[in-house]
């Protein structure tokens, strides 16, 4: 099993940042690919950004790339996903994954609430 609480979230205006925090729990977080999935309102949740076990390999959803970093540090037990121009479409609930890639869905955070405001 496999905690995670996300961090980070708020309310930023278009065009600023926010960096976004999960901290993982439980048995072998190095292990896992990590991933970042968001569902904006009355939508599907979709998948946004996934790092491999080594940091090695990212992906990412064409919407945020070369917007959005997703990394993590294995000594803390931490993801990260720093979010850098942001737009009024990026506000959703942001939850932190870990399972396997290209899209980790293994395990699920309880979800942070990014807000864009114009």
């Known amino acids: 099993q496999v905690q995670l609480v996300e961090s980070g979230g708020g309310l930023v205006q278009a065009g600023g940042s926010l960096r976004l925090s999960c901290a993982a729990s439980g048995h072998m977080f190095s292990n896992y690919a990590m991933g970042w999935f968001r569902q904006a309102p009355g939508k599907e949740r979709k998948f946004v950004a996934a790092?491999?076990?080594?940091?090695?390999?990212?992906y990412y959803v064409d919407s945020v790339k070369g917007r959005f970093t997703i990394s993590r540090d294995n000594a803390k037990n931490t993801v990260y996903l720093q979010m850098n121009s942001l737009k009024l479409e990026d506000t959703a609930v942001y939850y932190c994954?870990?399972?396997?890639?290209?899209?980790?869905?293994?395990?699920w955070g309880q979800g942070t609430q990014v807000t864009v405001s114009s």
């Open positions: 790092i491999s076990w080594s940091g090695s390999y990212t």
């Open positions: 994954t870990a399972g396997s890639l290209p899209t980790p869905r293994g395990y």
